[in-house]
């Protein structure tokens, strides 16, 4: 699993047992089909690579954390180390591991078929939501939102990408897919009902599309016209913003 591990550290009574006891590996995959492609290609083998700069001697019992965006809880797995590998022995740092026959290995199996069939138990749907907002602090608001939803079990798991001015916002329209956007009108280097208007005109796009502003009734007309679905004025309640994505995605 070269360039998926984010080791995580052990707690303090860990640090304090034999070189066997148990510690864990946080190993988070970009969305469903990475975890499921790598359970393919090395984990149902019975054993796989992670890499870590921790130091792990032969023996010592490791539980791998399996984790992605939208997956409801973490998938565990038990295995131990049976090589290690540093980075001054060229390659990448890491760690060989064996999974532990049993249960486990079986649980892990029937998990992934779950995620493979994004049974809604196992995996909420994805969201991708583009918010584009001059306004650092507006931003920082709208992500913290959407991510508190999804850690509190929400029906949906949002992953936020922002852009602070319009020409930022269309280069990422162009370039990536999302489900939803939330774009104030009144942005630098091109205004928001520039963008929205490009976004339903020249790129043809039917996402959801929200259109935030302290301007008043020359705001909402303007984003409107342009093609945005709905029209929030600022300050606006975060509650709110959650509550009008999920309808419009609902839709």
């Not at 069939?117 to 709208?142: G, K, M, Y």
């Not at 008043?216 to 606006?236: N, S």
Request: aromatic fraction near 4%; glycine fraction near 10%.
């Amino acid at each position: 699993m070269p360039g998926d591990d984010h080791s995580g550290e052990p707690a303090a009574g860990d640090k304090r047992r034999h070189a066997r006891a148990e510690v864990t590996l946080l190993v988070e995959y970009d969305d469903a089909d990475d975890l499921v492609g790598d359970y393919t290609d090395n984990l149902s083998t019975g054993g796989t690579f992670v890499a870590t700069s921790r130091v792990l001697p032969e023996g010592t019992r490791v539980r791998l954390a399996l984790s992605f965006p939208g997956l409801l809880e973490t998938i565990q797995v038990d295995g131990e180390v049976r090589w290690s590998r540093t980075a001054d022995g060229g390659g990448e740092a890491g760690v060989g591991l064996e999974f532990l026959a049993g249960e486990g290995r079986d649980r892990l199996a029937a998990i992934i078929e779950r995620v493979r069939s994004r049974d809604p138990r196992v995996v909420a749907p994805l969201v991708r939501v583009l918010v584009v907002e001059d306004n650092p602090h507006v931003a920082a608001l709208v992500r913290s939102g959407l991510a508190g939803l999804t850690r509190r079990g929400g029906e949906m798991t949002f992953v936020v990408e922002t852009a602070v001015n319009g020409r930022e916002a269309l280069d990422l329209l162009r370039a990536q897919t999302f489900d939803a956007a939330i774009i104030d009108i009144y942005l630098p280097v091109i205004d928001g009902a520039h963008v929205i208007h490009t976004l339903r005109t020249e790129l043809k796009l039917t996402l959801p599309v929200i259109a935030v502003s302290a301007g008043g009734p020359t705001a909402r007309t303007l984003a409107l016209e342009a093609g945005a679905d709905m029209f929030i004025d600022k300050p606006m309640r975060l509650r709110h913003v959650i509550e009008t994505i999920r309808t419009l995605m609902q839709r």
